[in-house]
C-alpha cells in the first residue's frame, strides 16, 4: 500500500466519450502529479499541481483537463481522446518539491486507458 | 531529447548474482537521482536515491553509485533474488525541477 490510490484500474472508452480518472493521496503531501507511460517511452510527466495550484502543464493536449479540488485529490478529465492515447496513467504525490529538493514520489497503481 | 538514458532495455541475472543496472544522463543540472522499481500492474515504487554530493549509497542489498565526470549512474542488487525481476527506472531532477524518467530497463532474475 503506498497511501496513493487511483480508480479505475482499468478503462475503455470511445473516442467521443467523456471520462475521468481520480487520484487520492493519504499521505499529507502537498504535490501532486500526473505521468503518462507508453510502451517503449519514458515516463512522460503531464501536469504538476503544487498547493491546490497548477504550476506545470508538459504541452499536454487540451482533451486531457485535470483538477485539484484539495490537497489530497487529483482527477484527469478525459474528452474525446484518441487511440494513440492509450496508455498506463500513473498518479504520484510527494512534498513540495521547490520547499525540501527531496523530489521522492509515491505513484498509484496506474489507470491502463485503452482507447478505440 | 532524452536526458535521461537507459540503454539496455532488459538484463538477466541468476539468482545469487550481482545485477548492475546501468543510466546515463546529460543534463549538468541535475543534482537528485533516483531509482524505480515497478511489477506489472503496479506503480513504480522509490528504491533508492542518491545526491550528487555523494558518490555511493547503499541500503541493504541495493547500492547506488554516481559519477558526476561520466553523467552515470548505476543500481547494483547483490544477491540477486527472483522477486527483483521487475522494471527498473533511473530518475533525475535539479533541486527544484520535475523528475525525469529513463525508458527502464526489465530485470529478470533465474534460479
Known amino acids: 500500500e503506498t497511501g496513493v490510490t487511483q480508480t479505475p484500474r482499468h478503462l475503455v472508452m470511445g473516442m467521443t466519450n467523456k471520462k475521468s480518472l481520480k487520484c487520492e493521496q493519504h499521505?499529507?503531501?502537498?504535490?501532486m502529479y500526473w505521468y503518462k507511460q507508453s510502451a517503449k517511452k519514458p515516463l512522460e510527466l503531464m501536469f504538476v499541481y503544487s498547493l491546490e495550484e497548477r504550476v506545470e502543464n508538459n504541452s499536454v493536449p487540451s482533451r486531457f483537463s485535470p483538477e485539484c479540488p484539495n490537497s489530497s485529490h487529483l482527477f484527469l478529465h478525459l474528452h474525446t481522446l484518441q487511440p494513440e492515447d492509450s496508455a498506463l496513467y500513473l498518479c504520484?504525490?510527494?512534498?513540495?518539491?521547490?520547499?525540501?529538493?527531496?523530489?521522492?514520489?509515491?505513484f498509484g497503481q496506474g489507470t491502463r486507458l485503452t482507447v478505440v | 531529447d532524452q536526458q535521461v538514458k537507459q540503454n539496455s532495455p532488459s538484463l538477466s541475472v541468476q539468482e545469487g548474482r550481482i545485477s548492475i543496472l546501468n543510466c546515463d544522463y546529460t543534463?549538468?543540472?541535475?543534482?537528485?537521482f533516483l531509482w524505480y522499481k515497478k511489477y506489472p500492474a503496479e506503480g513504480p515504487t522509490f528504491l533508492i536515491s542518491i545526491s550528487s554530493i555523494k558518490d555511493k549509497n547503499e541500503d541493504g542489498r541495493f547500492t547506488v553509485f554516481l559519477n558526476k565526470s561520466a553523467k552515470h549512474l548505476s543500481l547494483h542488487i547483490v544477491p540477486s533474488q527472483p522477486g527483483d525481476s521487475a522494471v527498473y527506472f533511473c530518475a533525475a531532477s535539479a533541486r527544484t525541477d520535475k523528475l525525469i524518467f529513463g525508458t527502464g530497463t526489465r530485470l529478470q532474475v533465474f534460479p
Open positions: 499521505l499529507g503531501h502537498n504535490a
Open positions: 504520484a504525490s510527494s512534498q513540495d518539491q521547490t520547499s525540501t529538493g527531496n523530489t521522492e514520489a509515491f
Open positions: 543534463n549538468s543540472m541535475f543534482d537528485y
